[in-house]
């Protein structure tokens, strides 16, 4: 009789190792009611701005002997669509405490430092402040199975998006090819989001939603054309597909 | 350095064996010391193809497990002097391989003087493919005048410009090659097959060659004969073209053009 039994493997579950990215807060005061009004006053016109993302949060920067209430800060973050799951650094009693709100220590989980920049002889000006999430620009061709998400953002596409591939992205998705996937633009309910592209074959094209496939062929001033679309009447509305009008270079010499 | 080519296609039953056999065989050929390993564990193919089942003891899994050299499992082809062939496993599944022992397989084969690696890749995108591809510096990519070909090879390209081992260590990419096969220029008229435009407009990379449909292939897989040593075929005729525009060679394109039809052979039948 063989005895392999031993290393049978149970039916209804495996243990694996798993990574995860997290967002870090690194909290400097244990004042609530002021967290709470600076949240507020950065992201409270951005009710979208976070999706839920897991959350470590860093106590290093907090003094020693700040008591913390966990429970309420937990429920503040969890307003603004982040989840916290662990915290990070600070003293035992607020580790302790942290725990008893339900969180895990991570004490291994880091911030990502930015890669030095290469020291440039000139002097180069600071940017006055942090300057805007600019479109996530895409030069390569997209291939069947590919897909891009241009998080909180527009899309640019400078290649072909191939049959296939999928191009999403929370603004408008601009792609200077053929547009043969699938286009998901507004994927976080913007209606004003739009879909250009300079020859519109796609498997399927949404906006904020509202789609459209390519199972009923596409009106032929359009199909294949450079094509501009966007959604009217919002959620409720429907996709309106005109075609580019690429207006000529003007001419030059004239005064 | 020995340069590695993986023929793959995503798709299963295009003729990546059948190409992995000739372009091998041509490459030995054409004077260049050649290995042919056949990727596809469980389902090995390679060994049939080129006419060798019966003097397979050793195999490509148990080089990598350590159960037998190189030399031991390596077998010379009879056709070819230049060439050897590493036959699959056929007891094992893809499983069996990993990157640090195909790794040291095919460093072994470099330093034993092999100028090219053709890696038969199974169909597929798992492990076995993946394996297949990771170490490439060439890719030939075989696709079938068909849209679900197509859109495999497509799949497959992103793959190797992603996943394979230059992707990922942001060196000069691999060098992909289209190879269609199964082209029937008369079919293509018809529209019952994609043209050749058709198939560059989406994949949009180099053709090296274009194999047309024959019966010759089946032939040849039929006898264990590559179908390059077929003479006179257009088969053996189109891959000798694949290898010379492979080695650097400027080859018109032949096999592309729809043939007229005399008037007997349209009384009588094409076949």
Known sequence: ?255 | MARIIVVTSGKGGVGKTTTSASFASGLALAGHRTVVIDFDVGLRNLDLIMGCERRVVYDFVNVIQGEATLNQALIKDKNCENLSVLAASQTRDKEALNKDGVERVLKELAEMGFEYIVCDSPAGIETGALMAMHFADEALVVTNPEVSSVRDSDRILGMLSSKTRRAIEGKEPIKEHLLITRYNPNRVDQGQMLSLEDIQDILRIPLIGVVPESETVLQASNQGMPAVHLKGTDVSEAYKDVVDRFLGNDKPMRFVDPQKQGFLKRLFGSR
């Open chain 1, 1 to 255: 009789m063989t005895v392999a039994l031993a290393g049978r493997a149970p039916a209804t579950f495996e243990i694996k190792s798993a990574n995860l990215p997290l967002v870090a807060l690194l909290l400097k005061s244990a004042d609530l009611r002021g967290l709470a009004g600076e949240l507020q006053a950065r992201y409270g016109e951005l009710p979208e701005f976070f999706d839920h993302d897991p959350l470590v949060i860093d106590l290093a920067p907090l003094p020693g002997d700040a008591e913390v209430d966990f429970a309420a800060l937990v429920k503040l973050l969890r307003n603004h669509r982040v989840i916290p799951v662990a915290v990070r650094g600070g003293s035992p009693a607020q580790q302790a405490a942290a725990r008893e709100a339900g969180l895990a220590l991570a004490e291994e989980a880091q911030p990502l430092r930015p890669t030095p920049v290469p020291v440039r002889e000139q002097p180069v000006e600071a940017p006055a402040a942090a300057a805007p999430l600019g479109a996530l620009l895409i030069d390569k061709p997209l291939r069947s199975g590919q897909q891009v998400y241009a998080r909180g953002r527009d899309l640019v596409v400078m290649a072909m998006v191939n049959p296939g591939a999928e191009v999403i992205a929370d603004g408008s998705i601009h792609v200077y090819a053929p547009l043969r996937g699938k286009a998901i633009a507004g994927a976080r309910g913007n209606t004003e989001a739009r879909i250009l592209t300079l020859c519109l074959e796609p498997e399927l094209i949404s906006i904020a939603g509202v789609y459209r496939t390519s199972d009923a062929a596409l009106p032929p001033e359009v199909l294949g054309k450079p094509t501009q679309v966007r959604l009217e009447g919002g959620v409720e509305g429907r996709l309106v597909m005109e075609p580019l009008e690429l207006a000529p270079a003007p001419a030059r010499g004239k005064p």
